[in-house]
């Protein structure tokens, strides 16, 4: 056998055959993230029989925000973490905030959604420093207005990493948006400065009752594909 047929024997045996076995590796992790991804649901009736420690979970949740994408790196989001009293008095003072804003009938059910967020095991507040965002604004006056929908998208990046995480380790979790409402208060009584902006509140639990089955609009509605 010449040398060049024993070349072309190896090519065609050992090493394809190494290529195939990782090439099926990487599918399968390829699907098991999608299948991760199909667990990130809004789970609005949560508990507090999370078998996490604190410590590991408050771990998590740092490196996934850590993981996240921003404009120029420039690493603008800020991220507050309750657990334990401190989730349950901060619902308890949106309770009572929004009791100033709203008809007591409206009220009356937006409490007990509140009482919801309560019986979960934890909150995650989500904020932009505008700071950050406002020295590249000076350092870049033409894109100045874009760095605001940056930012958003930003912070969206964090909310969906660190609630797909959460749905990794089989924690259900709900977004909500009671800001501005609540701004200036959560700002006061966590002694937060005042250049950070509150996005979002996600709660967090163990599953109590889980979603309801999810629909899809038509691909063909959603998707464009070109070559």
């Known amino acids: 056998m010449t040398i060049l047929s024993k070349i072309g024997h190896v090519l065609t045996t050992d090493l394809s055959k190494d290529l195939l076995f990782k090439r099926k ?22 508990g507090k029989k999370v078998t996490h420690s604190q410590e590991d979970l408050i771990a998590y949740i740092k490196e996934a925000v850590y993981c996240c994408p921003s404009v120029f790196n420039c690493q603008s989001a800020r991220v507050v973490i309750l657990v334990q009293n401190s989730h349950e008095q901060f619902w308890t003072m949106v309770k009572e905030i929004q009791k100033k804003y709203m008809h007591e009938k409206v009220y009356d059910g937006m409490a007990l959604k509140i ?46 990493a660190v609630w797909s995480l959460l749905a990794s380790l089989d924690l259900g979790a709900a977004l909500h948006h009671y800001n501005p409402n609540i701004n200036e208060q959560v700002l006061q009584q966590y002694d937060l400065p005042a250049h950070w902006q509150l996005k979002a509140q996600m709660t967090f639990g163990s599953i109590m009752t889980p979603a309801d089955a999810k629909t899809y609009e038509d691909e063909h509605e959603v998707f464009r594909v070109f070559s």
């Open 115 to 160: 009482d919801d967020c309560i019986a979960a095991y934890g909150t995650i507040l989500y904020f932009e420093d505008q700071n950050v965002l406002q020295k590249l604004q000076k350092l870049r006056p033409l894109q100045a207005d874009d760095f605001e929908v940056w930012s958003e998208q930003s912070s969206g990046m964090v909310q969906f």
């Open 25 to 46: 590796e990487n599918q399968s992790d390829e699907y098991q993230f999608l299948e991760e991804l199909r667990k990130r649901r809004s789970i609005y009736h949560l």
